[in-house]
């Protein structure tokens, strides 16, 4: 059996990373293209160095751009690809361009498609990683859902075949990986446990705009007088800060460049609280029995929103939301038993 993984953004890396090794303990042959959508350093090597990821056997190099320029030149050269390599399943991840432009190549050329991370939904229905989603569901022939809740989005679509629950490939990771975890960044900021939050942010809605931007940061700021906030800082967001000038802000936030799995995770373990927009770390949060504030109108992980244990929030009201009082118990684990990528290649090898 032979298999393509095709991997781009910071998320994927870490995805593939847990696949890759069940796929060698069952002695499948992987072929790792990565797609360049992330490029510099510390969103793409370090992650192929901390995770041990095998260095991909095609490089894209496609760079920034708009989406449909990303999306366009990643299928272009995919393609060339797989028609060159006639893998028996083509593998996608999660939801970003690179998701898309795979998912389109392969289904085309009559490749079965694999998506890892299927039927999770969020509003804006606008927004690009929810277009990426929706519109690899449709084409997908293996659907691997994280949770139950993904499941029944997709029948609601009408979408049942080819569907599996084989829980989240992150929280596999996680399990894997929680005693390596490093405190190196923890330590040499001379952080206090239990004491800080760490926050990211980089969506095009919350950061693409000044006023949103702006109102985000006044927030924070605000909560920084209170409590000390590390924020390592995605390229897009450090761009757009610098662009619209609202530095001042952030004077008594830690600032950092983004971070690899291992150290970020560190941070994860040892904080308060956490501010976020990613949807990765959301989970990540309560996998390490933290609480996050997602600044975002509505999450792809909605489980954790309804058990009250994560809180989204919005430019107006992240300040009390972080504050709220509201204590809960720790809900059980709603993202399967740690076992997915050893489920996804089971159910692979009975269908190839
Ligand atoms: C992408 C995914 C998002 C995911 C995120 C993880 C899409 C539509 N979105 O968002 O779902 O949560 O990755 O990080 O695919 N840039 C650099 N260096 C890099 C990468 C990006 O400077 O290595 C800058 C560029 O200016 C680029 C911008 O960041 O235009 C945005 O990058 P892009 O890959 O389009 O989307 P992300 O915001 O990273």
Redesign the pocket.
């Given at each position: 059996m032979k298999i393509i993984s095709l991997i781009g953004?910071?998320?994927q890396f870490i995805k593939e990373a847990v696949l890759h090794k069940e796929f060698e303990k069952n002695g499948i042959k992987e072929i790792l293209v990565h797609s360049g959508?992330?490029?510099?350093k510390n969103?793409?090597d370090i992650f192929f160095q901390t995770l041990n990821i095998k260095s991909p056997d095609y490089y894209l190099n496609i760079g920034?751009g708009n989406?449909g320029e990303?999306t366009g030149k990643i299928m272009i050269e995919f393609e060339k690809i797989v028609i060159k390599e006639k893998p028996d399943i083509v593998l996608v991840y999660?939801?970003?361009?690179?998701t898309l432009a795979g998912a389109i190549v392969a289904s085309k050329l009559k490749i079965p498609v694999a998506h890892v991370e299927a039927g999770i939904r969020q509003k804006p229905k606008d927004m690009?990683?929810e277009i990426?989603r929706v519109l690899t569901d449709r084409i997908a022939n293996y659907l691997f859902c994280p949770s139950k809740l993904a499941v029944e989005n997709l029948k609601k679509e009408n979408i049942t075949d080819g569907v599996y629950f084989v829980g989240d490939i992150m929280y596999d990771l996680y399990k894997i990986m929680e005693k390596q975890f490093k405190y190196e960044i923890f330590e040499k900021l001379k952080l206090k446990e239990n004491e800080y939050i760490l926050m990211t942010m980089?969506r095009?809605f919350n950061v693409d705009k000044k006023e949103k931007l702006e109102k985000i940061l006044n927030q924070i700021e605000k909560i920084s007088k209170e409590k000390t906030i590390v924020f390592p800082i995605?390229?897009?967001t450090q761009?757009r800060i610098k662009e619209f000038k609202l530095e001042k802000y952030l004077e008594k936030v830690i600032k950092l460049e983004p971070i690899d799995y291992l150290n970020l995770m560190g941070l994860v373990k040892k904080s308060w609280k956490i501010i976020t927009d990613?949807?990765g770390l959301q989970k990540e949060v309560y996998f390490a029995q933290k609480q996050a504030i997602i600044v975002m109108p509505d999450t792809g992980w909605r489980g954790l929103i309804k058990l009250k244990w994560n809180k989204l929030a919005n430019e107006k009201n992240l300040y009390n939301k972080t504050f709220d009082k509201n204590e809960i118990k720790y809900p059980e684990n709603i993202y399967g038993d740690g076992n997915a990528g050893i489920k996804i290649v089971e159910i692979l090898k009975r269908m190839i």
């Open positions: 953004a910071r998320p959508q992330h490029y510099d969103m793409s920034s989406h990303m999660g939801d970003t361009n690179t690009p990683e990426n980089h095009d995605h390229p897009r761009k990613s949807g």
